[in-house]
């Protein structure tokens, strides 16, 4: 299945790309795309940890993601 | 009526305007935060911010901080308006305001509203230095 | 460098003084309370508050709270700000702001000027109601 | 000993005065000059409570009042 990826702040950086699509496996949890990501983009290990948003909110290690689902890559936010 | 008013802008953000927007006849207090462009961080001198958002999840995020702001305090109104792009030092990227009967309530929310934010809305900064640049919170 | 801004006036106050006294390229937050005038209070409607001070002692009271705000806190600058005379509703009595490197320091500094002014400021206010007026915290 | 009163807030309104001169034995203290001030204007008694400032100061009910002191009636107060 495709998903969107979206990349913020350093990830962007160290990615060199703000928005990509990828194919995943079908039924593949966050926890299983991190891995993925980080096999794929091994500068994403430069980050302390990220956070992954799907369709704009946050998402827990466990959750299954869709086909077209809009997954950001959430670094460490600092706003304010 | 509008109980909160969350806004991201690359526009100068306006105090007058976060004011005038909580202000009430049944309000006794408003509190204010205002975060302003320090200029330098851990002893290094800043030269300038340069803010980026995930702008529809950001404005996502900021609203359910006013949306529990409003359930967990007595408060009346509460605006939060967070700039994008480019800020010099003494630079507003966030103000916080938030209305209230009695002052403490008040207090409360804006600090809540602006020590969440800081943890939940992706807002990123980077600073840049004579000599370079950091996203700030993500040091490899 | 002036670190403190006392004022009783019988002019309005202006929340862009005030910040615009405490800004410093120094500091990361600025944290406000401004006072207003509700238009009620123990469930009676409220006309106007009429603000009358023991001057000279109330702008020494304000001094010392600013004094030992600055002590007491790590904090840059502050501006205690009040009006005296007839204020309708809405209209502003006092303006607290502070300044600091970090926002807790200017919260909890803020918070502190606010309740000692109410506490120890020779400042009175007579509420007008639509049949009569009291001074406020005085009822026999 | 001679010393000026000043009234404020509730405290003009009770006894219609703001400033007046009155004549105190030597070396009053304030709780002495409370006393004086019950007797002398009653109408003060509706007042839960005040405080006395000598000179622009708070000053406690031992303080010793010394002639020409500028002595304030303080009722409650309630600016803010």
């Not at chain 1, 983009?41 to 980050?47: D, H, P, Q, T, V």
């Not at chain 2, 009430?24 to 006794?28: E, Q, T, V």
């Given at each position: 299945m495709k998903i969107q990826l979206l990349f913020f702040g350093i990830a962007t950086d160290l990615v060199g790309e703000n928005s990509v699509f990828i194919e995943l496996k079908s039924a593949a949890t966050i926890s299983e795309l991190k891995k993925d990501l980080l096999k794929k983009?091994?500068?994403?290990?430069?980050?302390e940890d990220f956070a992954i948003a799907v369709n704009e909110e946050y998402g827990e290690n466990d959750l299954v993601l869709q086909e077209n689902d809009v997954v950001a890559i959430i670094p460490p936010v600092s706003g304010g | 009526m509008k109980k909160s008013s969350v806004l991201i802008t690359p526009k100068k953000l306006n105090l007058q305007d976060c004011y005038d927007f909580v202000q009430?006849?049944?309000?006794?207090g408003i509190a204010l935060f205002v975060g302003t462009v320090r200029n330098s961080t851990k002893n290094k001198e800043v030269s300038l911010l340069d803010f980026s958002a995930y702008e529809p999840m950001a404005i996502k995020e900021m609203q359910k901080i006013a949306d529990l702001a409003l359930t967990k305090f007595q408060i009346h109104k509460l605006a939060i308006h967070h700039a994008v792009g480019e800020l010099q030092i003494g630079d507003i990227p966030v103000i916080i305001a938030v209305s209230s009967a009695h002052r403490n309530a008040a207090f409360e929310a804006c600090q809540f509203a602006i020590d969440t934010l800081k943890e939940t809305v992706p807002i990123w900064k980077k600073e840049h230095f004579e000599d370079g640049e950091v996203w700030v919170n993500s040091h490899p």
């Open positions: 983009y091994s500068k994403l290990k430069n980050i | 009430a006849a049944s309000c006794g």
